[in-house]
């Protein structure tokens, strides 16, 4: 089951939203946390600091001059933000450790989540505004993308956890999103309602009956509910009717092109919703 949860912390007011949920699940499912701070390398090394530095009108060896002050100042930052996250976890009578790295985000992120079962993060931190155009923060999607584990996406306010939902297409990625859930539930003790969208009443009739033939067993709280329409949309609106707290979806399902093209599902999801989203590859 779930016994590391890794949490990536910026300091960011999502980033502490992040940690919020990281505690309140941690304690329903008896799990460790670990804080991870990473300190992007872009900012203290490479054209970045480069072209700040030219555009200042600082000469090289300025530059030089000025690169330990700014190493230092990063470190302190990030023993701050570990330091915080510690007490957090104590005060909420939880077991935690901490780590720094120096590095990609993404990359360090998706590095350090081989060591955990999860990875919790925030849909935006600190350095959002400069994502460009992405809805979705740059590293958030990066993570969701290449992670070889379940990845939590959270919002920007916490909301305890009372009931769940998982978004169901008969993808392999929805297979195994319908395994931890029906985990998450009976651990949990979660409510869980599986939503199968589709206009096609024979296949939503097949996947209904091959729910129904995994939970049965499990003896969980649980019901399926087939709707009509666009998956993405209808996904939202039944998070909007706020019966469920939390969603859980396999991550990307099985139409590659569709989302080279016009935008998944998934990261839809993930933009649109104000509670966490639970993704699984």
């Not at 999103?177 to 949990?188: C, G, Q, R, Y």
Request: proline share 4%; hydrophobic share 40%.
């Amino acid at each position: 089951m779930i016994e590391r949860i890794l949490i990536p912390t910026d300091g960011s007011d999502h980033g502490k939203t992040a940690i919020e949920y990281g505690i309140y699940i941690a304690n329903r499912l008896g799990a460790q946390l670990t804080g991870l701070h990473v300190v992007d390398v872009r900012l203290v090394q490479g054209p970045l600091f480069t072209d700040i530095s030219g555009s200042i009108g600082l000469p090289s060896y300025h530059y030089q001059e000025v690169l330990p002050a700014i190493q230092s100042g990063l470190d302190e930052k990030a023993e701050a933000i570990l330091k915080a996250f510690k007490a957090r976890c104590e005060e909420a009578g939880l077991p935690s450790e901490t780590k720094k790295a120096l590095g990609i985000i993404d990359e360090a992120i998706i590095e350090e989540a081989k060591n955990s079962d999860w990875t919790l993060l925030a849909r935006r931190g600190e350095h959002f505004h400069l994502g460009g155009t992405s809805i979705i923060g740059s590293t958030a999607e990066s993570v969701v993308r290449n992670s070889g584990k379940p990845v939590m996406v959270t919002p920007e306010t916490f909301i305890e956890i009372e009931s769940m939902a998982l978004a169901y297409d008969g993808s392999a990625p929805a297979d195994k999103a319908l395994k931890l859930a029906a985990e998450l539930s009976d651990t949990a003790s979660w409510p869980l309602t599986v939503i199968t969208i589709t206009n096609d009443h024979a296949l939503g009739a097949n996947l209904s009956k091959k729910i129904e033939d995994f939970l049965e067993p499990l003896k969980i709280d649980s019901e399926v509910i087939i709707l009509q329409g666009k998956e993405d949309r209808e996904i939202i609106k039944f998070i909007q009717e706020g019966s469920i707290e939390l969603m859980v979806m396999g991550a990307y399902g099985h139409n590659r092109i569709r989302e080279l093209i016009l935008g998944s599902t998934t990261s839809y999801v993930i933009r649109k919703s104000k509670i966490p989203v639970l993704l699984i590859r």
